[in-house]
């Protein structure tokens, strides 16, 4: 187990650099660069100035020693400029800086260290993921399974076109619709509205009313998939010999769901919740754009849309372990679930 | 809640049962008209080929025909008491805790999530409510009386861990595990080996005397009926033909089914010259495309037009037997002790010369210890067949027999250049072939070592008509010069495996099981195949339909003087077509000698047991009765010294512990009948034979 786990976390290293040199490169194409220095120093620059701003602080290096010094595993430049003042990319008496070493730079646009904000904003994503969690896997499990145990019944039909549908609406239309709603007085005339379109006051203080809407939007989403997965894993599961063979011992049918269906009917949606995270988190960036919820999607819109590169790379570089984290997680959880391939 | 002693009418009595099954297209008639009756401690076999509904009835039975299935006629009476109009709750307290079944493939009756002693603890806690500990207690019990070693163990592992055979029997203390009057056992040991289906069905037979459990035994095997039931009901296409206690209907059959089933079977006790195989002509209906009148008509040998198909046929009482019923218009007319008519039998080619040599062939086999995470880890060998040496002379069989795992398989791939040897060598007409893999041997050395396949449904394209199949074969061993000859040769092969020529347009899924492995046989001799390798060719078929396989590839060894490698482990088969026998067990060869060297004493004690395990439909021939304790040791980490050594009877009579210390070297018994064991001459000489038959 101990040399499956390292092997995957070697692997998973190596996509996150692949991955971040990608971004890097992407973030560092000359035209993102002249833009960044436009915004930084002004507007009017000339091209030559536009050449010494970029060569003073280190932007014109070549692409592997940028990516280098910024991983910080080669030494952070110290350039005396063509203005006579001397930048270092870290500060006095620090050699290298880079991600490894916590430094992750200096977000333009918060005007903060991209490491808080990422923090924070990754908080603040977290606990609406948790919320997401919470609801979408036991509904979509439950809706799954119940579902699945009688294939063709009228259950079964009612519940799978509604698992359908729900994956089918994008985040960006059901949330629309959800507000309008739920959140407004446009379609149905509430006395008081139930919940409100916007949840920027969740960050501090979430609550049913403000969090309610964000939450669901996401959740609709993700579950009719994992419903649908769930289906077809129970009902195969329910024509199995050894589901007969319970039938045959006696065993009621609440029972034989529950007891002999269950766990082996979990094996593969289990896999697809883990693989959902990393979807989920699209889903993340457009319903907090749409709430107006200051999480880690409204972040990586607002560092994207002001070219704020380092902040885009250090939210990138999250993502990328986000992503590949849960992977590893659902895999070892595979593992515990199914027996048959239990390491011994 | 329990059994209830008061009672002490029939267990079961099925009355007139008739069961469907709806499709889009129509309606099935799978099961028609079928009765029967079980007293209280008596064991009733059903046999029956694939597709007559047999496992329909045991379904029927538990009340648990599908979505599709209904019985739409009859009644089945357990006990008194109608099971057709129970409702769920009282079906749920009579499954598990009075009626239990067993069904054929172990491990897909196993719930794979789950430890085996919660599986097994389940049933008194539902039907007992007893509290888990004591269920638990129960379980440690009842898995000591199936006899499986270290039974705690055991109640904590999950299905994957056990072997097929303990799995059977787990799945049989779990049937047990409420003590239920009735047992129902759906083919219960085809997916086991002979030794390891002879030892279940001997824990079965005890179990139900200990028990006083009722049993319906579903099987597809007469001779393992013969064993451990007490009466007997032959079905065909859906109906019961024959029924009766198991010695009226196996001396004094009186359906010409049952005849005919008897005669296509192959008996160990009997000569094969006196009694050859009789297969049965024709194809079974399907349950849609049913003759009028008798089922069995268009294949009856005493069939009479106007009468047997104008009618629906009665079963009917056969006077002077008890209970003893038959369904057929003739059957006090026919006379049931003439001789079955032979087709003039041909005298076999004696062998000729030499045309293939072993010598010290050896096959080893590298495995990662742990397959699923490679990479690092101690590399484990597997002896897969162990220094063979033998020779096979034009136009004989030879005869490898042995259990699976037993290397017969690598044998045959080494032989075939799909896999190289590892030591030792292969000699075809004195040319060395054993380092050749099959990209580069030459076509005339494919073409003249060929295959014939277990499973015929695997191994045809299903995309290809069967003509087609066999002009591919033809082109790859460049047998005539364009289509057009190619094509005339594929239908001369054709009429060689007795097809009709017109199947050459057919797709695969239009053949039967039968009709595959011909297409399978017409394609390995395609080359003029001077040896074929037949790996189980029949196990795979109904018994009707082996006969008739086996008797082609005997009439095409004839005209062509082809070497026959016959991979086998039925025994009786063995018997009746081979002239000498190589017995093999993990990788060695341990006995080897000409089939009556090797079906008489002095036998190897592998041989014997063996011989003993194979079920015999002849009520004439006494065995003896020989269970190999365990099950086959795993070829990763074989035991010590002699092979055999776990499981043999005889090691004790061997001093000074050898056999447990030294692989015994291979000696001569007599002219070309060698054994691998350390037993001396004087105690070979003392053993009995297994199979006797009785003076009548
Ligand atoms: N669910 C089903 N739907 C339609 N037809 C069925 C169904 N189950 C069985 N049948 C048909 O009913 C007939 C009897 O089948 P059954 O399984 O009882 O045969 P069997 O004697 O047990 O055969 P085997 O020896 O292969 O187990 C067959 O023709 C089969 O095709
Ligand atoms: S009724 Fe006629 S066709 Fe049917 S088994 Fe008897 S003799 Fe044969
Ligand atoms: S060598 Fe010993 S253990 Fe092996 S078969 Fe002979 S008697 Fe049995
Ligand atoms: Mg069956």
């Known amino acids: 187990m101990g040399l499956f786990i390292l092997r995957r976390v070697g692997v998973m290293l190596l996509t996150a650099l692949c991955l971040t040199f990608i971004v890097f490169w992407l973030t560092n194409l000359y035209p993102n660069l002249e833009k960044l220095a436009k915004t930084q120093g002004n507007f009017r620059m000339s091209d030559e100035a536009v050449t010494s701003y970029l060569t003073n602080r280190g932007y014109q290096q070549a692409l592997p020693v940028k990516y280098g010094q910024w991983l910080g595993v080669l030494p952070g430049y110290v350039i005396e400029g063509s203005d006579g003042e001397v930048r270092s990319r870290c500060e006095e008496g620090k050699t290298f800086c880079g991600v490894i070493q916590g430094d992750w730079g200096f977000s333009t646009v918060f005007k903060d260290n991209v490491s808080t904000i990422v923090s924070t904003r990754l908080g603040a994503t977290g606990k609406l993921m948790f919320w997401v969690m919470m609801v979408m896997v036991p509904g979509a499990l439950l809706i799954g399974v119940l579902a699945g145990m009688r294939e063709g019944s009228g259950t079964d039909r009612t519940l799978s076109t509604a698992s359908i549908v729900s994956t089918a609406t994008p985040e960006y239309v059901s949330g629309v619709i959800l507000i309008a709603v739920l959140g407004t007085k446009v379609i149905i005339d509430w006395d008081t509205i139930p919940f409100k379109g916007s949840a920027t006051s969740a960050i501090d203080d979430a609550n049913f009313e403000n969090f309610f809407l964000p939450v669901i939007t996401i959740a609709l989403y993700g579950m009719g998939y994992i419903a649908r997965m769930t289906r077809a894993s129970m009902t195969e599961v329910m024509t199995a010999q050894y589901i007969r063979t319970a039938r045959l011992k006696g065993v009621s049918f609440p029972k034989i769901v529950i007891r002999h269906a269950l766990r082996n009917a979990l094996i593969a949606p289990f896999t697809v919740i883990m693989l959902q995270f990393p979807w989920l988190l699209n889903g993340v960036v457009i319903v907090e754009t749409l709430f107006n919820y200051k999480g880690f999607g409204w972040t990586l819109v607002e560092a994207a849309r002001n070219n704020d590169i380092e902040l885009l790379l250090g939210v990138s570089i999250v993502s990328v372990f986000v992503v590949l984290v849960t992977q590893l997680i659902s895999d070892i959880g595979y593992v515990f679930l199914n027996p048959r391939i239990r390491i011994s | ?696």
């Open chain 2, 1 to 696: 809640m329990t059994t209830d002693t008061s009672y002490d009418g029939p267990i079961l009595e099925i009355d007139k049962l008739s069961i469907s099954f709806f499709t889009r297209l129509r309606e099935i008639p799978a099961v028609m008209d079928f009765s029967a009756k079980i007293m209280p401690g008596e064991a009733l076999g059903v046999v029956g080929e694939s597709g007559c509904g047999k496992s329909t009835v045991a379904l029927g039975v538990m009340q648990d025909l599908g979505v599709n299935g209904r019985i739409v006629g009859g009644s089945i009476k357990f006990k008194g008491r109608e099971m057709n109009t129970m409702t769920p709750e009282e079906l749920r307290d009579i499954r598990g805790s009075q009626i239990a079944m067993i069904y054929q493939e172990p491990m897909a009756s196993l719930n794979p999530a789950m430890r085996i002693g919660k599986q097994l603890a389940e049933v008194p806690m539902i039907h007992e409510g007893i509290s888990e500990s004591e269920a638990m207690k129960r379980a440690l019990e009842v898995v000591t009386d199936v006899k499986l070693p270290d039974p705690a163990r055991i109640l904590k592992s999950f299905p994957h861990q056990l072997s097929g055979g303990q799995q059977q029997r787990i799945v049989i203390a779990m049937a047990l595990m409420s003590k239920p009057s009735l047992l129902i056992l759906d083919e219960p040991t085809t997916a086991l080996d002979v030794t390891v289906e002879a030892a279940v069905v001997e824990l079965v037979k005890d179990l139900g005397k200990k028990y006083g459990t009722s049993m319906l035994f579903i099987s597809h095997n007469l001779g393992l009926v013969l064993e451990t039931c007490d009466r007997i009901c032959v079905m065909y296409s859906g109906e019961a033909v024959e029924r009766g206690s198991i010695e009226d209907v196996f001396d004094e059959m009186q359906h010409p089914y049952t005849q005919a089933l008897f005669r296509s079977i192959p008996l160990p006790g009997a000569d094969k010259n006196a009694r050859p195989l009789i297969a049965i002509p024709g194809n079974f209906p399907l349950p849609h495309e049913r003759p009028s009148g008798c089922n069995f008509g268009p294949r009856c040998d005493y069939f009479e037009a106007g009468r047997c198909d104008a009618q629906v046929i009665p079963m009917e009482k056969v006077t002077g037997n008890d209970r003893h019923e038959s369904r057929c218009l003739r059957f006090s007319e026919i006379d049931w002790n003439a001789p079955p008519q032979v087709a003039e039998t041909k005298e076999k080619a004696p062998p000729g010369q030499v045309v293939l040599k072993m010598d010290n062939l050896k096959k080893y086999y590298e495995v990662a210890a742990n397959a699923l995470f490679g990479g690092g880890g101690e590399k484990k060998v597997v002896k897969a067949n162990e220094t063979l040496s033998f020779e096979a002379r034009e136009s004989e069989t030879l005869a490898i027999v042995g259990e699976s795992g037993c290397g017969k398989s690598t044998f045959a791939k080494v032989l075939m250049g799909l896999e190289t040897a590892t030591e030792g060598e292969i000699l075809l007409d004195n040319k060395s072939i054993g380092n050749i893999p099959i990209e580069q041997r030459d076509t005339k050395t494919v073409a003249d070592v060929q295959m014939v396949f277990q499973n015929p449904f695997d191994t045809l394209n299903p995309s290809m008509t069967v003509g087609r199949q066999i002009m591919r074969a033809l082109e790859i061993f460049k047998v005539g010069n364009n289509d057009a000859e190619r094509r005339q040769r594929m239908l001369e092969l054709l009429d060689l495996v007795k097809l009709p020529r017109a199947f050459a347009d057919r797709m695969p899924r239009q053949l039967s099981g039968g009709q595959k492995q011909r297409v399978g046989i017409a394609r390995a001799f395609a080359g003029d195949a001077r040896i074929v390798v037949a790996d189980e060719p029949v196990s795979a078929l109904d018994v009707s339909v082996q006969a008739a396989v086996t008797d082609l590839l005997m009439e095409i060894q004839r005209e062509h003087k082809t070497t026959l490698l016959f991979i086998s482990h039925d025994l009786s088969i063995v018997r009746y077509l081979s002239d000498r026998v190589m017995v093999m067990y993990l990788g060695h060869v341990v006995e080897l000698g000409t089939t009556d060297q090797v079906f008489a004493p002095p036998y190897h004690p592998y041989t014997e047991a063996l011989l003993s395990a194979v079920p015999i439909a002849d009520t004439s021939v006494k065995k003896k009765h020989i269970v190999l304790e365990g099950d086959i040791p795993s070829a990763m980490n074989p035991p010590t010294g002699c092979p055999f050594q776990t499981r043999c009877r005889w090691k004790d009579q061997v001093a000074g512990g050898l056999c447990e210390k030294e692989v015994p070297v291979t000696r001569t018994l007599a002219e070309g009948h060698q054994v691998k064991c350390h037993l001396t001459d004087a105690q070979m000489a003392e053993m009995e034979p297994v199979i006797e038959i009785a003076a009548e």
